[in-house]
């Protein structure tokens, strides 16, 4: 039987005029087509592209060598050192490669003997876009699914198992997310910064099952949101971390700014170190349960004494009407008396009373250790302005238990897990793109002059 045959071949021009051509594929297709024979399949995509980076990276690293033989200061030819050999890992296959190696001219004031690469390789031999899209997607998804998933549609050899995509994931946390940090610009003032905290599963669980990690969300004035992430190791470096973290989003200590939180003293901490002069709001959700669980207890008096149960949800929904309308005395006043009643030696055996008293205490404590953080919440409500961390709670969602707990039985280390965390906020953020851009000058950019131009 005839067979169809197509031969595809790369045509090298590294001089005007000058061409050579390298036949890198063969493809041929009997003339009885079926339905799964039409086009390219996927075996022999990856063959072709792979075959096609072997062509060009060796050939871009000897004339990068070449280019360089000449000194900047005398232009004099340097002499060769020899090569060293190395493999370059890309989406589209690991490419052997020969460094060329030059020894240092005499007229730069060097250790005789010295030497450098013709091509730095930035010690690292990983593509910039194998990185990303290793970071990118692992990010998102486990980190043994995103080594199938390459390894399944690229022609890559070296991401075959879950632990490499790990290792690359941290180091680009550490080597291209963290330091783009600086060049974020301040957002419009002011601004809503919010806070709450997640826990997920420690990897070494004879020190600890679980860790807290802390999330929060910066929203400016125009509503672009800024998500970040961070390990709760020590009071220092939370504090160091949080931070960072703002002046990622822009924000300084002068930045004027409303700080929402459930009323954790250690979150509030982080805010005094911070952010001194903001506003503080305590979540009115977090009061709300609280209240509503002292309600239930009342409620729950009902079945010995209707009369009682009724002064008791009557005192607590007063209360809770004062402090919706900012009266924290009056609220507190309330709150007060309903315990000193609760405690009277007539109704001291009745059930539930017991269970009444203990959530109306907890509620005030709670209240009293917030009482900087109340304001008037129907007030704010009134203006559009935010009253809750619901906002947070997504954030903490989408950045620890999306990917880090649910459905996930996975361990996490503390002292490494900030890597991840940078990396996963920074692809919520759609700021991983820039990241990269802003580490190496060439990786995709941003206009269309360097797009490659298909033959007609």
């Known amino acids: 039987m005839t067979k169809l045959v197509w031969r595809v071949k790369l045509v090298t021009e590294l001089e005007a005029g000058e061409t050579t051509e390298i036949e890198v594929a063969r493809i041929e297709r009997d003339e009885q087509a079926s339905l ?26 000897a004339v990068a060598g070449e280019r360089r033989r000449a000194c900047v200061t005398c232009e004099s030819v340097l002499a060769s050192k020899g090569h060293y050999t190395a493999t370059f890992r890309s989406l589209f296959g690991d490419v052997p490669i020969r460094v060329r190696r030059l020894l240092s001219c005499p007229c730069q004031d060097k250790a005789e003997g010295s030497s450098f690469a013709g091509f730095d390789l930035e010690a690292a031999t990983v593509a910039p876009e194998l990185a990303y899209v290793t970071a990118r997607y692992a990010a998102l998804v486990p980190f043994g699914k995103v080594a199938d998933l390459l390894s399944e549609l690229l022609p890559i050899s070296g991401a075959r198992n879950a632990g490499t995509v790990r290792n690359r994931t941290m180091r680009v946390g550490e080597a291209v997310v963290r330091p783009h940090v600086a060049t974020t610009a301040e957002p419009a003032a002011p601004v809503v910064v919010g806070l709450d905290g997640g826990y997920v599963r420690s990897r070494h669980r004879r020190d600890e099952r679980h860790f807290e990690v802390i999330a929060g969300k910066v929203i400016d004035a125009e509503g672009n949101q800024s998500r970040f992430a961070f390990a709760r190791n020590s009071p220092a470096i939370a504090s160091d971390a949080f931070k960072k973290a703002l002046a990622a989003a822009g924000v300084t200590a002068e930045t004027p700014a409303t700080v929402l939180c459930d009323g954790d003293a250690g979150l509030w901490r982080l805010q005094r170190e911070a952010l001194p002069n903001a506003t ?8 709300a349960v609280r209240f509503e669980h002292a309600l239930q207890a009342a409620r729950g008096l009902g079945a010995a004494d209707t009369h009682l149960a009724d002064e008791a949800v009557r005192g607590l929904e007063r209360a809770k009407w004062r402090l919706w309308h900012g009266r924290w005395p009056g609220c507190r006043r309330k709150l007060a008396a309903l315990c000193r009643w609760a405690r009277r030696t007539s109704i001291r055996g009745m059930a539930g009373i017991g269970r ?8 005030l404590g709670y209240l009293e250790r917030n009482q900087e953080a109340l304001v008037h919440y129907a007030a704010r409500r009134r203006h559009d302005e935010p009253i809750s961390t619901a906002f947070v709670e997504s954030s903490v969602n989408e950045i620890i238990a999306k990917r880090m707990n649910k459905k996930q039985q996975m361990r996490w280390n503390r002292a490494t897990v900030q890597s991840f965390l940078d990396v996963r906020t920074a692809v919520l953020n759609d700021t991983l793109e820039d990241a990269f851009r802003h580490r190496q000058s060439g990786f995709r950019p941003a206009n269309d002059d360097e797009a490659v131009t298909l033959a007609s």
Do not use: N
């Not at 390219?40 to 050939?59: C, D, F, N, Y």
């Not at 009444?356 to 509620?363: F, I, M, N, W, Y």
């Open 36 to 61: 799964g024979d039409l086009g390219l399949r996927l075996s022999e995509a990856k063959r072709l592209t792979a075959s096609i980076q072997a062509e060009i990276v060796p050939t871009q690293i």
């Open 280 to 287: 503080i709001v305590l979540d009115w959700w977090h009061a």
């Open 356 to 363: 009444l008293e203990h959530h109306v205490g907890d509620l």
